[in-house]
Nanobody
Framework: QLQLEESGGGLVQEGGSLRLSCTAS????????MGWFRQAPGKEREFVAA????????NYADSVKGRFGVSKDYRKDTFYLQLDNLKPDDTAVYYC???????????????WGQGTQVTVSS
């Protein structure tokens, strides 16, 4: 059973940075795409970024391009989301998830972490 655990959220001022981590344990070899989503209060969960576990082809939502970066560390079974130049609109619970194929839709992702809160103050 694949399990994901996020960490690294917190409270930051506008323009600040955070780095989120997602560590996978269990059957990590069954997942190809590692994705990040976020959900703000009263809004639907939305795609943020994703990267393939083998290779290095990241994809980003337009709203975060140029500000967020996704990366991975094979040795630690961990992938990261670097959040720079944060804005109040980035406030949300951030989730990592895995999928067998590329998708921007949350329904395509089968395993999810518990989420980590990111709050950006103005």
């Amino acid at each position: 059973q694949l399990q994901l655990e996020e960490s690294g959220g917190g409270l930051v001022q506008e323009g600040g940075s955070l780095r989120l981590s997602c560590t996978a344990s269990g059957r990590t070899s069954t997942s190809n795409i590692m994705g990040w989503f976020r959900q703000a209060p009263g809004k639907e969960r939305e795609f943020v970024a994703a990267i393939n576990w083998i290779g290095n082809t990241p994809n980003y939502a337009d709203s975060v391009k140029g500000r967020f970066g996704v990366s991975k560390d094979y040795r630690k079974d961990t992938f990261y989301l670097q959040l720079d130049n944060l804005k109040p609109d980035d406030t949300a619970v951030y989730y990592c998830a895995t999928s067998h194929s590329w998708s921007f839709q949350s329904a395509a992702y089968s395993h999810w972490g518990q989420g980590t809160q990111v709050t950006v103050s103005s």
